[in-house]
């Protein structure tokens, strides 16, 4: 089944009584995929013909279910072993955010999941990071490891000098408090890249 296709039996459901195959069509065209048009923002959807209030705010509500759904799947394991899952649920919650936005896993001393938060939100293409406030949550939530993530509404998920020497910066100050920082992951609307993958940490 084709991206539109599948989008055309949710609008199906979404705008009764009315051809949805064009406002198919002219999503995936003004966005580019089934993802992408279901992540775009409200004021965008807006600009497509026969969308209202009323189906924009369902369609948000069929997001929020597949992003719960994919949050749950996470099992209660360590998350380092589910790391498929974890990038899946990742992608669905921030791969088309219009703001970056710097969120952080919270580990346990077995790498299970104890909080995942967004600690800022940025602009198109910078959010501020406070190293400080960082280490203050870990301790207050007893973790003991952190994965970092942050989002690039560009697409390109590449690290910039600033992301790795914001990473550096978060390990060196979780270091003295027997805090480990595994990973940093930067994703992007079609892929996502792996500070630790890319031997940068």
Known sequence: MQDYE???????RLLPRRDTKPVAKA?????GSFSQA????????????????????DLKVVVAT??????????????LGSWDILIDYCRSVMAFETREQFRILFLDKKNR?????????????????????????????SATALILLHNHP???????TA??????????AARPMGIIVHDHIIIGRNA??????????
């Open 6 to 12: 599948l989008l055309e039996l949710l609008l199906f």
């Open 113 to 141: 999941l104890l909080a995942d938060e967004v600690q800022q939100v940025g602009t198109v293409d910078h959010t501020p990071v406070y190293p400080r406030e960082v280490i203050k949550r870990s301790l207050e939530l």
């Open 66 to 79: 597949a992003q719960r759904f994919a949050r749950e799947q996470i099992p209660d394991t360590p998350v």
């Open 192 to 201: 996502h890249a792996s500070l630790k993958g890319l031997n940068l940490i």
């Open 163 to 172: 992301d790795v020497q914001m990473t550096h910066t978060i390990i060196e």
């Open 27 to 31: 999503m995936i065209k003004r966005f």
């Open 154 to 160: 560009s697409g390109d998920p590449a690290p910039s």
């Open 38 to 57: 279901l992540g775009a923002p409200a004021h965008l959807l807006e600009e497509i013909d026969g969308l209202g209030p009323t189906a924009i705010a």
